[in-house]
C-alpha cells in the first residue's frame, strides 16, 4: 500500500494514548510510505476545557528522535487545529513560532458546541444544524486560513441524525453554502482533506462525501490530501484499499504530502 496517512494523532492529542512508535510500526507493517503526525490543539474547547491543550514544545522536542528511530521511513511533524475566529491571531503567533510540515484546519466547534456530542443537535431540525456548521465552517476561513488543508469538511454528519429513506449526500441541500467554502479554498491554494475517519463512525464514504469532492473537481479543485484520523494503531490507514477508486471516481489521480509547508505531489495507485 504505497500510500502516505497524513492524519493520526498520539498520546500528545487530549483524546489518544497511542505510543507514536507503536503508530510507525503499524505504518510501516501496512507497507506504507511515509505518515505525518497531527496532534490536536483546541484552544478555547469549552465542551471539556483543556481536552485538547497540545504541549507544542514537548512535541518539537520528541519529533526528531521519533524521525531518527523510525528511519528510512517517512514521519513528518503536522499539527491539527481546531479553528474558532476569535483565536486567528493567536494561531497566526503561533504558527510564526513553530515549524511544522503540515497543518490541518479543522472545524470542531461551532459557536462553542462541538457536533460530536449530542446536545447539538437536541430539540433543533437536522437541516438547521448542518446548515449551521457549514456556516462556520466559511466564518473562520473568512477568519484565519493560514493552513495547508481543511479537514474533514463534512464532519458534521458522522454524528448527526439520517433519514435512512434518502440518499447519503451531504453537499446537495448546502450547495450554495459549500460552493462558497470550496471556491476559498481553490482561491486560496488550500487542500481539500480526504478523511477516511468517517468509516469509523458508520458512514460508507470519507469525509467528504463524493458529491462535495466532485464539485470541488468541477470548481477546479486540484489539492487533495488523506488521512484515516486514526487515534490508535489499529486504525491507521483505514480504509485506504478504497481509496484509490474513489479517488479516482471523483477525478483525482493524485494526492499532495506536504514537507514543510510545501505540497508534492503522489500518485493515488
Same mark, same amino acid.
Given at each position: 500500500?504505497?500510500?502516505?496517512?497524513?492524519?493520526?494523532?498520539?498520546?500528545?492529542?487530549?483524546?489518544?494514548?497511542?505510543?507514536?512508535?507503536?503508530?510507525?510500526?503499524?505504518?510501516?507493517?501496512?507497507?506504507?510510505?511515509?505518515?505525518?503526525?497531527?496532534?490536536?490543539?483546541?484552544?478555547?474547547?469549552?465542551?471539556? %476545557?483543556?481536552?485538547?491543550?497540545?504541549?507544542?514544545?514537548?512535541?518539537?522536542?520528541?519529533?526528531?528522535?521519533?524521525?531518527?528511530?523510525?528511519?528510512?521511513?517517512? !514521519?513528518?511533524?503536522?499539527?491539527?487545529?481546531?479553528?474558532?475566529?476569535?483565536?486567528?491571531?493567536?494561531?497566526?503567533?503561533?504558527?510564526?513560532?513553530?515549524?511544522?510540515?503540515?497543518?490541518?484546519?479543522? !472545524?470542531?466547534?461551532?459557536?462553542?458546541?462541538?457536533?460530536?456530542?449530542?446536545?447539538?443537535?437536541?430539540?433543533?431540525?437536522?437541516?438547521?444544524?448542518?446548515?449551521?456548521?457549514?456556516?462556520?465552517?466559511?466564518? $473562520?476561513?473568512?477568519?484565519?486560513? $493560514?493552513?495547508?488543508?481543511?479537514?474533514?469538511?463534512?464532519?458534521?454528519?458522522?454524528?448527526?441524525?439520517?433519514?435512512?429513506?434518502? %440518499?447519503?449526500?451531504?453537499?446537495?441541500?448546502?450547495?450554495?453554502?459549500?460552493?462558497?467554502?470550496?471556491?476559498?479554498?481553490?482561491?486560496?491554494?488550500?487542500?481539500?482533506? !480526504?478523511?477516511?475517519?468517517?468509516?469509523?463512525?458508520?458512514?460508507?464514504?470519507? $469525509?467528504?462525501?463524493?458529491?462535495?469532492?466532485?464539485?470541488?473537481?468541477?470548481?477546479?479543485?486540484?489539492?487533495?490530501?488523506?488521512?484515516?484520523?486514526?487515534? $490508535?494503531?489499529?486504525?491507521?490507514?483505514?480504509?485506504?484499499?478504497?481509496?484509490?477508486?474513489?479517488?479516482?471516481?471523483?477525478?483525482?489521480?493524485?494526492?499532495? !504530502?506536504?514537507?514543510?509547508?510545501?505540497?508534492?505531489?503522489?500518485?493515488?495507485?
Amino acid at each position: 500500500m504505497k500510500l502516505w496517512d497524513n492524519h493520526m494523532h498520539c498520546h500528545f492529542s487530549g483524546d489518544s494514548d497511542a505510543d507514536p512508535l507503536d503508530m510507525i510500526e503499524k505504518a510501516r507493517q501496512l507497507g506504507l510510505s511515509g505518515i505525518t503526525f497531527t496532534d490536536h490543539l483546541d484552544l478555547d474547547y469549552k465542551e471539556e %476545557p483543556h481536552l485538547f491543550d497540545l504541549d507544542l514544545d514537548a512535541c518539537e522536542k520528541a519529533m526528531p528522535a521519533l524521525q531518527k528511530e523510525a528511519a528510512p521511513f517517512f !514521519v513528518l511533524h503536522g499539527l491539527e487545529l481546531g479553528l474558532q475566529p476569535h483565536l486567528a491571531q493567536k494561531h497566526a503567533d503561533l504558527l510564526a513560532s513553530y515549524a511544522f510540515d503540515y497543518v490541518i484546519g479543522s !472545524v470542531h466547534v461551532v459557536h462553542t458546541r462541538d457536533p460530536y456530542y449530542p446536545v447539538y443537535f437536541e430539540r433543533r431540525d437536522p437541516a438547521e444544524a448542518y446548515t449551521e456548521y457549514y456556516q462556520a465552517v466559511y466564518e $473562520n476561513l473568512a477568519a484565519f486560513h $493560514n493552513f495547508d488543508a481543511l479537514g474533514h469538511l463534512d464532519y458534521v454528519f458522522r454524528y448527526g441524525p439520517q433519514d435512512p429513506a434518502q %440518499p447519503y449526500d451531504t453537499y446537495t441541500p448546502y450547495a450554495p453554502l459549500i460552493d462558497d467554502i470550496l471556491r476559498f479554498l481553490i482561491a486560496h491554494d488550500i487542500a481539500l482533506e !480526504v478523511n477516511t475517519g468517517a468509516f469509523r463512525c458508520g458512514l460508507s464514504v470519507p $469525509n467528504p462525501c463524493p458529491q462535495i469532492l466532485k464539485r470541488y473537481h468541477e470548481l477546479g479543485g486540484k489539492l487533495i490530501t488523506i488521512g484515516a484520523d486514526a487515534h $490508535n494503531p489499529s486504525d491507521i490507514a483505514l480504509g485506504f484499499d478504497r481509496l484509490p477508486g474513489f479517488l479516482a471516481s471523483c477525478g483525482f489521480d493524485e494526492y499532495m !504530502v506536504y514537507l514543510h509547508r510545501v505540497p508534492h505531489p503522489h500518485s493515488i495507485y
